[in-house]
């Protein structure tokens, strides 16, 4: 198998089995057949060859075509089972529902799950509590215990605990929220969101107040000026890159089911909007892989081989599909609100190195055009594969009254999953695929990284090849560029080169932001993309990059200005 050996340092570490003494007990070629047998074995529930598809899972996998998400690789074919990334846990205004749902994320985190939670229905400080006379202590209060609770479960040592905290724009403590951050020590093994509504949207361009809403009793309890939230939110999330933005209003007018409910929050990480108790398995393909000669090309995009993308999108959408049954559920809630709705996620990794392979720069007009072909290529074979399994084994569930309960889908018999596509952070994925993350930009051309205490040297593969094949290489020059990161400033390296090979730190925030645009286009969920500021970006510009995240179709946004305080947890590395 060909494994880089930072790849196989990350295996070792997190992902290969180990005896009860903690030695390692499989190779990673054992690792990808014990992932594609537990995977296939739901084929029998279907009338399926579970000995054919085991094949074709561990062909995919360990050519580094497909992966699935982390919890999938560490626990199939375990005991444990539980093979979700993404769960969004309902926390009521009761001290039953908000310590019964820290049980359950409990279980969650040791699994290697993600949880998201909205504390938007919890009263606000200083509120009374009718059953004792006293007054409530408030979201952040709650959040705090659950943040201590989540630094106590190691996630079975495989994974650092990671929580979305929610909170809407319009609850009475908002801004206690907006700022808790800002001190180092809190809530560190939380990313935070505020969930922005239309009308705030629409009272901070008219530079007006807007209502604050007492959860407990629905009544309006004050009034706030828009600009001055927003000017905290900037604030914060220029000093510490918490919070971000999640348009709530956008995603539930997306929502495939809201005959079910409301969505009210995320995953860690953004990419995955859920319903409460719900849960996502999550799975991406290797573009860098998918660069070819162009087979079933037609009028698309050159040098992309579209017939092997086409193949493994419909073997991830059925990868995907048996891993909600093949999963062992910590939480028979959430097991059943997953097989109602059946959602996965597929997504891809390696969208920079696919660029650099076409000699296209990452952040230029024909870049965004690519995005959107291969989003809108992608998500076409995941619905029509997740139609023709409907036809096979039945729609999800609760599809009778979801959106996709029109004439146009009940003819084809349905789909078998309410979504289908996700753009994930893919970050230990894509270590060990050898490939650059999700839909990100290189994040440098040669740097360390930490992996779980681990410390890795990158170098870019595709520069090192192109470096050597165009006769500039010397060790000495790719240990000034770890220095650096970036090609700038280095007469050695032609201009060509310096041109594709673009890092984070060199893209506009605009430009950013236009990559996360053309690919929510079409992707049923939605993307985690950070959008990357230098050190000297000012609070304007953080405003400016909300704003237009807004304005151009995102889900959400996260910025993160390099070298502001860090008081969260790593952004792409620790969940998938």
């Known amino acids: 198998m060909n494994l880089t050996e930072n790849a196989i340092t990350v295996l070792k570490t997190r992902y290969l089995l180990r005896d009860e003494q903690g030695n390692i007990r499989e190779t990673p070629e054992e690792l990808f057949r014990r992932v594609a047998r537990a995977i296939a074995s739901a084929e029998a529930l279907y009338g399926g060859n ?6 074709k899972y561990f062909n995919a996998m360990s050519d580094l075509l497909f992966l699935p998400n982390t919890p999938t690789l560490i626990n199939a074919g375990k005991e444990s ?50 059953s004792t006379g006293g007054i409530a202590s408030g979201p952040v209060s709650f959040m705090r215990i659950y943040n201590t609770a989540t630094e106590v479960i190691k996630q079975g040592g495989a994974r650092r605990g990671a929580n979305m905290g929610i909170l ?30 239309d009308a705030f ?40 890159g918490d919070p971000g933005l999640v348009f ?18 995320t995953n860690p990480c953004g990419e995955q909007p859920l319903l409460p108790y719900e849960a996502c398995v999550l799975g991406s393909i290797n573009l860098s892989k998918a660069v070819g000669a162009g087979k079933g090309q037609g009028a698309r995009g050159k040098g992309i081989d579209w017939d092997q993308l086409a193949y493994l999108v419909r073997l991830g959408v059925r990868f995907l599909d048996n891993a909600i049954d093949a999963n062992t559920y910590p939480v028979p809630e959430i ?54 399994l409907a036809r096979q084994r039945g729609a999800f569930p609760n599809f009778k009254g979801s959106i996709y309960d ?65 006769g500039f290489y010397t060790p000495e020059l790719v240990e000034k560029i770890g220095m650096k990161g970036d090609l700038r400033g280095f007469k050695e390296v032609p201009n060509d080169i310096k041109r594709i090979f673009i890092t984070a730190h060199e893209i506009p925030p605009e430009d950013h932001i236009e990559v996360q645009a053309a690919f929510q286009e079409y992707t049923d969920n939605a993307v985690s993309k950070t959008i990357n500021l230098k050190h000297r970006a000012s609070r304007d510009d953080v405003e400016r990059a909300f704003l237009l995240a807004y304005e151009k179709g995102c889900k959400g946004i996260t910025v993160f200005r390099y070298g502001s305080k860090l008081g969260t947890l790593v952004k792409t590395d620790e969940v998938d």
């Open 248 to 265: 709530i209003d956008r995603i539930n007018r997306d929502n495939p089911t809201p005959h079910i409910g409301r969505i009210e929050s």
């Open 168 to 197: 809407r724009v319009d609850h009475p403590d908002v801004i206690e929220f907006i700022k808790i951050k800002r001190h180092e020590k809190e809530l560190t093994n939380f990313n935070i969101s505020i969930a922005v509504t």
């Open 335 to 388: 097991g059943e609100m997953h097989k109602g709705n059946r959602k996965i996620g597929l997504g891809i990794m390696g969208w920079a190195d696919m660029l650099i392979k076409l000699g296209i720069r990452y952040n230029t007009p024909k870049a965004y055009r690519l995005a959107r072909e291969m989003m809108s290529f992608i998500r076409n074979k995941a619905r029509e594969t997740s139609a023709e």
């Open 406 to 470: 029109t004439p146009e889908f009940t003819s084809k018999g349905g789909l078998r999953n309410a979504t289908a596509t996700t753009i994930a952070p893919t970050g230990t994925l894509s270590i060990i695929a050898g490939c650059s993350s999700g839909i990100e930009p290189l994040f440098a051309i040669a740097y360390k990284r930490l992996v779980l205490e681990t410390e890795l040297q990158e170098v870019h593969s595709l520069f090192l090849e192109t470096a050597k094949q165009r």
């Open 201 to 240: 949207m629409e009272a901070l361009r008219k530079d007006a107040e807007y209502d604050l809403i007492n959860p407990r009793s629905g009544r309006i309890t004050g009034h706030m000026k828009a600009t001055e939230v927003f000017k905290e939110i900037v604030e914060s999330a220029w000093e510490t």
């Open 50 to 55: 579970a000995g054919e598809w085991e094949e």
């Open 81 to 130: 089972g539980q093979l979700a990334a993404c769960f969004v846990l309902p926390v009521d205004d009761s001290m039953k529902s908000i310590f019964d749902s820290l049980k359950n994320a409990a279980l969650i985190l040791q699994s290697g799950g993600g949880t998201g939670f909205s504390f938007s229905k919890l009263r606000p400080k200083a509120d009374i509590v009718k």
